[in-house]
């Protein structure tokens, strides 16, 4: 049975649709940066999708071929996530496509270094013919979050992310959206294959210890 990051660590992957705290440790991710709007066919976004996929699958089957990867076993490619934001918005403003800027990324088992990643890199350039510089080897500490599982679509976000804010702040904490921590997105659901109505969407946002002195 292929290790599923997402049963294995349902409290990452699987929160529920009410709200709840969590310490996100230390991963290494693919990560591909760009900008504009998510939505555009030709767009950075549609293309940061194609060269993650490229270079998990590459890792993921390199057990077939002569490259071998310590420690290797056999795994679901975890979902894929985004870091997203705007400048000068703290926190996003959904009707403004075309400002976001974000970081794609999937999930890499901790089994796969760097010097792995950069095998996948050349393996995939040769094979497939394609660029694919654009990827990067990311180690990113989340740290302390407010997270809920959005069902709906992305346009309303927004009435899960006040839940979120609400219950942060019940419970003594604030907003610690950053240059560098992030809105956070995770897709459980393939908006080609799900009606929009029930796509599932992880929502995560950075939050630290409220400042009374403020």
Request: aromatic share 14%; glycine share 6%.
């Amino acid at each position: 049975m292929a290790f599923d990051y997402k049963k294995e660590y349902k409290e990452f992957y699987m929160p529920k649709n009410k709200p709840s705290i969590v310490t996100i440790p230390k991963m290494n991710y693919l990560a591909v940066r760009g900008s504009g709007n998510p939505n555009d066919e030709h767009g950075e976004y549609k293309e940061s999708i194609g060269l993650l996929y490229s270079i998990a699958f590459t890792i993921k089957m390199s057990y077939k071929g002569n490259y071998k990867i310590d420690g290797y076993f056999s795994y679901v490619v975890p979902p894929l996530e985004g870091f997203w934001w705007q400048e000068h918005v703290k926190g996003m403003n959904y009707t403004r496509k075309e400002d976001l800027k974000f970081i794609s990324i999937i999930r890499l088992p901790d089994f796969v270094s760097k010097e792995d990643f950069d095998w996948a890199i050349k393996e995939a350039t040769l094979k497939k013919k394609q660029d694919f510089s654009k990827v990067e080897f990311l180690t990113y500490e989340e740290g302390t979050c407010v997270q809920a599982m959005h069902i709906g679509s992305y346009d309303d976000e927004p009435k899960t992310v006040q839940l979120m804010h609400d219950y942060m702040k019940e419970f003594g904490y604030e907003l610690d959206i950053t240059e560098e921590r992030y809105h956070h997105e995770i897709y459980l659901s393939d908006p080609r294959r799900c009606d929009v109505s029930k796509l599932k969407t992880v929502i995560r946002h950075p939050i630290k210890r409220e400042n009374k002195n403020e």
